[in-house]
Every structure is written in C-alpha cells, then in structure tokens.
Nanobody, 124 residues
Framework: QVQLVESGGGLVQAGGSLRLSCAAS????????MGWFRQAPGKEREAVAV????????YYLDSVSGRFTISRGNAKNTVYLQMNSLKPEDTAVYYC?????????????????WGQGTQVTVSS
C-alpha cells in the first residue's frame, strides 16, 4: 500500500500563485511516476501534469503549459506543482496520483493510488 499526502491548496486571486506538494510513503516501488490530476464540479477528472521517476518524461495539459511546473524532490518521493498566473478556470480539487509506470501517462486508469485531494479556488 502506498500513501499520498497532499498540501498547499487554498484560495487565491486570479493571476496569483500556489504550490502544491505531495509526499509518497509506504510500499513504493524502486521507480514510479507521480502526477497531478484535477476535477472541477460537473467535469471529468483530467491530468494536469505528470512526471516520470527520472524526470525525463513530463506531460502537461495544454491549458496549463507555460504556467504550471511539475518537479520532484531530491528524495524522489515528493512531487511539487508550482502554479503561476492562475485563472478562475483552474478552480478544482487537485489530486496527487502514483503509478508504477515508467512514463508520464495522462490516463487516470494507469494510476494505482490517489491522495485525498486538495481544493484550489481562484477568484476573479
């Protein structure tokens, strides 16, 4: 079993920034992909940014490319999402996810474990 603990959500004005963090613990593999997904009310969950173990494979949702940056900590078990120039349409519950795959899949079905979610609200 793998546990994912997220932090860093909150309320911010449009144009502002937030940084999300997620730490993986438990029976993590020797290498694994981690990512951030989001789900807004009435919408399907979508991949926002995903990073492979080495960092050599990264996926960004088109609408966040150039504004969001995903990275992994030195210990590799932590993933960060730096969100700049936030827009009201970025408002959603953001989930951290863990996959045993070695590449940055944007498909939620490729992810085995999920965090509890953290709310991000961007006011206009």
């Amino acid at each position: 079993q793998v546990q994912l603990v997220e932090s860093g959500g909150g309320l911010v004005q449009a144009g502002g920034s937030l940084r999300l963090s997620c730490a993986a613990s438990g029976r993590t593999g020797s290498s694994y992909t981690m990512g951030w997904f989001r789900q807004a009310p009435g919408k399907e969950r979508e991949a926002v940014a995903v990073i492979s173990w080495s960092g050599g494979s990264i996926y960004y949702l088109d609408s966040v490319s150039g504004r969001f940056t995903i990275s992994r900590g030195n210990a590799k078990n932590t993933v960060y999402l730096q969100m700049n120039s936030l827009k009201p349409e970025d408002t959603a519950v953001y989930y951290c996810a863990y996959s045993s795959l070695s590449w940055s899949s944007p498909r939620q079905y490729d992810y085995d474990y999920w965090g509890q979610g953290t709310q991000v609200t961007v006011s206009s």
